[in-house]
């Protein structure tokens, strides 16, 4: 079993490049057991490339990324065992019933068949897709219905980690309260959670380390009241990143009244 006070996940020298671009930079990034982590940055910092190699989804140019000391790419079924994934724009089998799908992902996972239907069972009546809704099949689901059996997904093997990448995106204020109390649940119970956002506000009240990652590279990193010294994190985030923010109080005169 692997030592609890080993980091939960690290990105160590991560480089990915498409053609010319570089859009991860020789990253470093460690997120601590018991962790409720946020990673922010503008569109382009290269959030989800990151998150896509440092899961599995895409291989990186240079540098590798462990899981509880796992290396994703070396070990991948053993490292996959260990972290429940929630990608930005997840695909699944829309011709499926919620509990269809979260028992074929079950049964795939290695689980037997009653751990299958006992958890399933769990995770429908608290994500509140039980009832009437289980007749309902994904590709009829809305935002929010999908966003919760997506992190049923992400939970089902009862994963240490959990990679979440913008799981709030189009979600209504009643499921993402929801969605809030399980993952605080998760990492009150020992989990850790690594969670990408555009929404500053959201990562202050749930997070107690944030990184704001910018051009590829991550240029800020610590607790939350350490890396916004005293102001919004919002704040901090502007004057880290905000290179053009100016741009927009000038120009549009055709607006003015």
Same mark, same amino acid.
């Given at each position: 079993?692997?030592?609890?006070?080993?980091?939960?996940?690290?990105?160590?020298?991560?480089?990915?490049?498409?053609?010319?671009?570089?859009?991860?930079?020789?990253?470093?990034?460690?997120?601590?057991?018991?962790?409720?982590?946020? *990673?922010?940055?503008?569109? #382009?910092?290269? !959030?989800? /490339?990151?998150?896509?190699?440092?899961?599995? $989804? +895409?291989?990186?140019? %240079?540098?590798?990324?462990?899981?509880?000391?796992?290396?994703?790419?070396?070990?991948?079924?053993?490292?996959?065992?260990?972290?429940?994934?929630?990608?930005?724009?997840?695909?699944?089998?829309?011709?499926?019933?919620?509990?269809?799908?979260?028992?074929? *992902?079950?049964?795939?996972? #290695?689980?037997? !068949?009653? /751990?299958?239907?006992?958890?399933?069972?769990? $995770? +429908?009546?608290?994500? %509140?897709?039980?009832?009437?809704?289980?007749?309902?099949?994904?590709?009829?689901?809305?935002?929010?219905?999908?966003?919760?059996?997506?992190?049923?997904?992400?939970?089902?093997?009862?994963?240490?980690?959990?990679?979440?990448?913008?799981?709030?995106?189009?979600?209504?204020?009643?499921?993402?309260?929801?969605?809030?109390?399980?993952?605080?649940?998760?990492?009150?119970?020992?989990?850790?959670?690594?969670?990408?956002?555009?929404?500053?506000?959201?990562?202050?009240?749930?997070?107690?380390?944030?990184?704001?990652?910018?051009?590829?590279?991550?240029?800020?990193?610590?607790?939350?009241?350490?890396?916004?010294?005293?102001?919004?994190?919002?704040?901090?985030?502007?004057?880290?990143?905000?290179?053009?923010?100016?741009?927009?109080?000038?120009?549009?005169?055709?607006?003015?009244?």
């Amino acid at each position: 079993m692997e030592n609890d006070q080993q980091a939960a996940f690290e990105l160590i020298g991560l480089h990915k490049e498409f053609g010319e671009y570089a859009a991860v930079r020789h990253c470093h990034l460690t997120v601590g057991a018991g962790s409720f982590y946020g *990673l922010v940055g503008p569109n #382009g910092a290269g !959030k989800t /490339t990151a998150l896509s190699i440092a899961v599995g $989804l +895409l291989r990186p140019d %240079e540098g590798q990324a462990r899981v509880f000391g796992v290396d994703v790419w070396a070990e991948p079924e053993r490292a996959k065992q260990l972290m429940g994934v929630l990608p930005d724009g997840l695909a699944m089998p829309e011709q499926l019933t919620g509990r269809e799908l979260l028992t074929y *992902l079950g049964r795939l996972r #290695g689980l037997d !068949k009653e /751990t299958v239907g006992a958890r399933v069972d769990e $995770l +429908l009546t608290v994500l %509140e897709l039980n009832g009437d809704v289980e007749r309902t099949l994904v590709i009829d689901y809305s935002t929010g219905m999908r966003k919760k059996i997506g992190l049923a997904t992400a939970l089902l093997h009862g994963p240490r980690l959990l990679v979440l990448d913008e799981p709030f995106e189009a979600v209504d204020p009643v499921s993402a309260a929801m969605i809030k109390r399980i993952l605080k649940r998760f990492v009150a119970s020992g989990g850790s959670v690594l969670l990408s956002s555009h929404v500053m506000p959201l990562v202050e009240q749930l997070c107690d380390t944030v990184a704001v990652m910018d051009r590829g590279q991550v240029v800020a990193e610590g607790p939350v009241e350490r890396v916004r010294g005293g102001k919004t994190l919002e704040e901090t985030f502007v004057e880290l990143v905000g290179r053009d923010a100016v741009n927009g109080e000038e120009g549009l005169s055709w607006l003015s009244r």
